[in-house]
């Protein structure tokens, strides 16, 4: 008979009121014994809460944001449901206080580690000890992840030496004594156990030093030379929870600096090295920032795209100014709680135009000028081409003209025709040739094709290939080469309505020109209201290579050869 059961909170030895981070199951799951049900998360630790035992989760009694301590209610599961084998070795994390009598694991979970026992090492002299790895639990063959001292460093007692991890937790192994450390005895990579020798220490028993050493930088920084440190007795057990359920243990964690470490669970941490990514290049979509499998997995799918570069040059740049360290998470909303969803997955172009539409608006300095032309003649003279044409099946489109016109525009302005200097960032690159991209509206998004040497064609052969090109977008067949080498853009939602909007540059342009429904509007001519076809422009320029001035002459000139058109030909 299926028995229902209560997950409760197991011991977390200090750790009151932690913030629920991630639900990792839901109702109707079924889940294995030692499969992760929740994260919680204070201000310096995080950690996965396994089950105890296998069975469909019948309902969750915890919610995003809840605050939870020891014996809260985190489940019901029905314990004899069917349910899966366990996925992977489990980390033997703290386990639930119900449903089983408590395992060893839950009992080493409750228990205070041993600090690391040292004897004497055999290849050093008399004040020499070796460190090894205290008991942790069941943990077995733990990889090491980081070096957090070198030979030569002065450490605290209790300062961290190394970081081991596994899937569901890391933990930092602590020196039970102060000292200089004299030899490592693990590199980065090395797998190990209870009693692995991890370094040997000399003066070990002597006062700790009254400076210590910071860790090397690019690791994990070292516990602040504290009194508190110098002194620190023997693991609390709120240390030794934190220490094996991946935290930081308090005493000895120094302050986090802005753009500090990437805030991400240990088996998050493991899924990003095993495809090589750095996660401080990736932006967490998680409470507070958190990164979050899926935000490795659409990063590793914006590099591949060339959405993102890898070290973030950009990126780097919005992190470093703290943009991106100071936004606040993301809202998580449970829609379903106000009705009726549907989930649809995104096309593979949005996905790989959003990480790119991202970086452009956020690094780019955008301003938008906007502006008005008078096309009421050019408007009557396209529609009398097309009458001269019609037979020939030709159909000149204001999109033509206005390529033309913005060729015209990037001459006498180029600027606007124009890119940073990617590799140094201190020089502007002119292009002399005027390739012009157009936005494209296809059922799967927004593509942007380029016409190649726009300033060398006429206008009906412009038509023409647009038409081209658009059909291409639509029937998702332009190849890479249809979209590369452009210099200028032009966004064309005349066709569809609009007055004015703030189209984003389509970086390593500098400019864009968006452009919506032309209308027929009372002009004065000085003397009386006349009625005028008036089109409206919206300019987006990079205000690191242009100017408002420069911009505003662009749209006045672009509107002056628009109404009238013979000035193309200057
Ligand atoms: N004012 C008034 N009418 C206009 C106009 C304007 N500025 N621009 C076009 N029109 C009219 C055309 O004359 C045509 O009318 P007829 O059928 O009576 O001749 C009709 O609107 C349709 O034109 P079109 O937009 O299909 O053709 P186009 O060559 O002007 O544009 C293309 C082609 C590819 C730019 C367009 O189809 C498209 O995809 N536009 C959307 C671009 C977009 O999504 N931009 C937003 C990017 S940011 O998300």
Known sequence: ????????????????????????????????????????????????????????????MVKLGDKVSKDSPLLVIDSEAQAPPPAKAAAPAASPSVAAPPSSSA????????????????????????????????????????????????VAKDQSLIT?????????????????????????????????????????????????????ASATPSPAATPEAETAEAPTRSHAFATEMGARPEPLEPSPTPGGKPHASPSVRKFARELGVELTAVRGSGPKGRITEDDVRSHVKGVMAGGVRPAAAAGAAVTASGVASHLPAWPQVD????????RVEMSRIRRISGPALTRNWVTIPHVTNHDDADITELEAFRVQLNKENEKSGIKLTMLAFLIKACVAALKKFPEFNSSIDASTGDAIILKEYFNIGFAADTPNGLVV??????????????????????????????????????????????????????????????????????????????????????????????????????????????????????????
């Not at 005349?494 to 389509?506: A, E, K, L, R, V």
């Open 1 to 60: 008979m299926a028995q229902q059961v209560e997950v409760k909170v197991p011991d977390i030895g200090d750790f009151k009121d932690v913030e629920v981070i991630e639900l990792l199951v839901k109702p109707g799951d079924a889940i294995a014994k030692d499969q992760s049900l929740i994260t919680v998360e204070s201000d310096k630790a995080s950690m996965e809460i396994p089950s105890s035992a296998a069975g469909i989760v019948k309902q969750l």
């Open 107 to 154: 009992h080493r979970a409750t228990t205070p580690p041993e600090p690391a026992t040292p004897k004497p090492a055999s290849s050093a002299s008399s004040d020499s000890v070796e460190i090894t790895v205290p008991d942790i639990g069941d943990f077995k063959d733990v990889e090491v992840i980081e070096l957090l001292v070198k030979p030569g460093d002065t």
């Open 335 to 342: 829609f379903a709680k106000f009705g009726s969803i549907k």
């Open 164 to 216: 081991v991890e596994s899937d569901k937790a890391s933990m930092e192994i602590p020196s039970s004594h102060a000292g200089v450390i004299k030899e490592l005895k693990i590199k980065i990579g090395d797998k190990v156990s209870k009693g692995t020798p991890v370094a040997t220490l000399s003066g070990a028993g002597s006062a700790a030093p009254k400076s210590v050493q910071p860790a090397p």
């Open 449 to 570: 094709p380029v016409v190649k040497d726009a300033d060398k064609k006429g206008v009906i052969d412009i038509a023409q290939e647009t038409g081209v090109l658009a059909a291409k977008a639509r029937d998702g067949k332009l190849g890479p080469t249809d979209m590369q080498g452009g210099t200028f853009s032009i966004s064309s939602l005349g066709g569809i309505g609009g007055t004015y909007f703030t189209p984003i540059i389509n970086a390593p342009e500098v400019a864009i020109l968006g452009v919506c429904r032309s209308q027929m509007r009372p002009v004065w001519d000085g003397k009386q209201f006349v009625p005028r076809l008036i089109l409206p422009l919206s300019l987006s320029w990079d205000h690191r290579v242009v100017d408002g001035a420069g911009a505003a002459r662009f749209n006045s000139y672009l509107a002056q050869v628009l109404a009238d058109f013979r000035r193309v030909l200057l």
